[in-house]
């Protein structure tokens, strides 16, 4: 069995402007700042998706992609403080393309719950802040990258509904 590289893994991240982004994630991880690493990998998956979402817009004219992309932005202008146009983002994205595998969209979700320990002071009851410990940040990481950040916006299987 081969031993996965983190490290060779980032340099297939699709993205350029993902792959800059995820040096943060590195450094808060081989730093052991996991809780700083959770939540930021969120952030920029959640960003990534966004960025593949209008790849399909932009080069291919998808309807599902500008369907998406329109619920989105009235979600955020309707509430601009609301994060939930981000769940609805991955709900749409699940819903609408083929991007998402379905173990994928799982990762995602945990990656979700365990970002939202993170980020938000959920207190222990000897009222210490969650700490997700190394092998979590780094099963998260992987599972990132193997089942979204690596992956181009269009895949084989999926069927484009335009043109």
């Known amino acids: 069995m081969r031993d996965f590289s983190v490290d ?8 350029a402007k993902t792959r800059e982004y995820f040096e943060e994630v590195i ?3 081989y730093s052991e700042s996991y ?10 998956v959640i960003a990534d998706l966004l960025y593949k979402i209008e790849d399909l ?11 998406i992309l ?4 009235s979600l955020q202008k309707r509430n601009p403080n609301s994060p939930d146009w981000e769940s609805k983002l991955i709900e749409l994205i699940k819903e609408k393309t083929n991007l998402l595998e379905p173990a994928d969209f799982l990762h995602l979700v945990t990656l979700q719950k365990h970002r ?17 410990n190394r092998e979590t940040a780094r ?5 990132m990258l193997d089942g979204v950040l ?6 084989e299987k999926y069927s484009m509904t335009c043109c």
């Open 116 to 132: 939202h320990l993170c980020a938000h002071p959920v207190l222990t009851e000897g009222y210490e802040l969650y700490r997700p």
């Open 70 to 73: 329109d619920e989105i932005t």
């Open 27 to 29: 450094k808060s991880y």
């Open 57 to 67: 817009k932009e080069l291919y004219g998808d309807i599902n992609a500008i369907a």
């Open 8 to 15: 060779l893994q980032t340099e297939r991240i699709y993205s």
């Open 139 to 143: 099963a998260h990481i992987r599972n």
């Open 150 to 155: 690596v992956k181009p916006p269009l895949q």
């Open 35 to 44: 809780r700083s690493a959770v939540v930021m990998l969120y952030s920029i």
